[in-house]
């Protein structure tokens, strides 16, 4: 990461968890444009959602949830944003769900992705779901150790979109 004018570092203000917000929002356009309707798009950037967004996220936030952004360091935006929390649902594979990890398209391929990954879950066994048809965000998720593992969930607030459980087990050595 020293290379690159991005920098690591935990989400401690109001400004920068609204930042991280407005970032997923980007990223959603970006990297959804072909897998999601307009509609569901547009929602995520609109002003009211993005402030009770950033409130529901400081919230958590103030509660132990740790929300890792990514900054450029040129002129101080979040470029992208990753959390992982304990596992929110009942047939969990794993104790650790990686809840949120987007960047935007101006850092994708510096290595910053797989920087964040490793500040929110280490080399921990997690699990996380990804849209159907994210071909880039499923390549990789296993070329840091995930697999598919069957489960799939139909998602109602994105109009039916369909997402993929991918699962990462330590071997055990």
Known sequence: MSKTP???????HPVEIEGAVRAVAQAWQESFADLLPAEVLEARGREG?????????????QEGSWFWIL????????VGT?????????????????VTLYITDEVKGSGAAAAILEMAIGDMDAYL???????????????H????????????????ATELRMVRHSTGD
Request: negative net charge; hydrophobic residues 40%.
């Open 71 to 78: 900054m450029d360091s040129r002129d101080q935006r979040v």
């Open 129 to 143: 779901w990804v849209l159907e048809g994210n071909d880039r965000a499923i390549a990789f998720y296993r070329k």
């Open 82 to 98: 990753a959390c992982a929390l304990p596992a929110r649902d009942d047939d969990a594979p794993e104790i650790l769900e990686l």
């Open 49 to 61: 959602v993005v402030q009770r967004r950033a409130m529901e996220w400081a919230l958590a936030s």
């Open 145 to 160: 150790g995930f697999e598919l593992d069957g489960a799939s969930r139909s998602r109602d607030d994105l109009c039916g």
């Open 6 to 12: 991005y920098r690591i570092k935990r989400a401690e």
